[in-house]
């Protein structure tokens, strides 16, 4: 069985939050999902568990940060191509989240864009060609 990643993130609001992620893509999981909490399916092995303030709490001692006031983590996930990067930043700007909170990053064989949910946590969205890539940085290690 591959490794799986659950991402927990506290949400104020858990039926706005699960409107964004079902908006961008994600799916409910309602066998791992309450009123407390939801398992929303990015991919086979991505996860993201959206917890109420309560229930996040329950999980740590410490004061849950205001991700628009501090960074926490920022999350990155893979795209297909370089349109799959725009559309899932789209979909999040149309959903009621924040298109490119930060700038834009396009090195020609890499492409990236970020958005941020209706709580103020960040996820970058990055496309590569890898084979580009590997011979850009070929090209930087024999300069």
Not at 6 to 25: H, K, M, Q, S, T
Not at 34 to 43: G, K, P, Q
Not at 70 to 97: N, P
Request: net charge negative; hydrophobic share 45%; with cysteine.
């Amino acid at each position: 069985m591959p490794k799986l990643i659950f991402v927990n993130l506290p949400v104020a609001d858990l039926d706005r939050a699960n409107a964004f992620y079902e908006a961008i893509g994600a799916v409910k999981n309602p066998q791992f999902s309450d009123h407390t909490a939801t398992c929303m399916v990015i991919s086979e092995t991505i996860h993201v568990m959206l917890l109420t303030h309560d229930k996040f709490r329950q999980f740590t001692p410490r004061r849950i940060a205001d991700a628009r006031e501090t960074t926490e983590v920022l999350i990155c996930l893979s795209a297909e191509s370089r349109d799959e990067v725009d559309a899932t930043v789209a979909k999040a700007g149309a959903a009621g989240g924040r298109a490119d909170p930060g700038a834009k990053q396009d090195y020609g064989f890499m492409y990236g864009r970020s958005f941020e949910d209706p709580d103020g946590h960040i996820w970058e969205v990055m496309w590569m060609d890898v084979e580009a890539a590997t011979a850009a940085m070929a090209d930087t290690a024999n300069a």
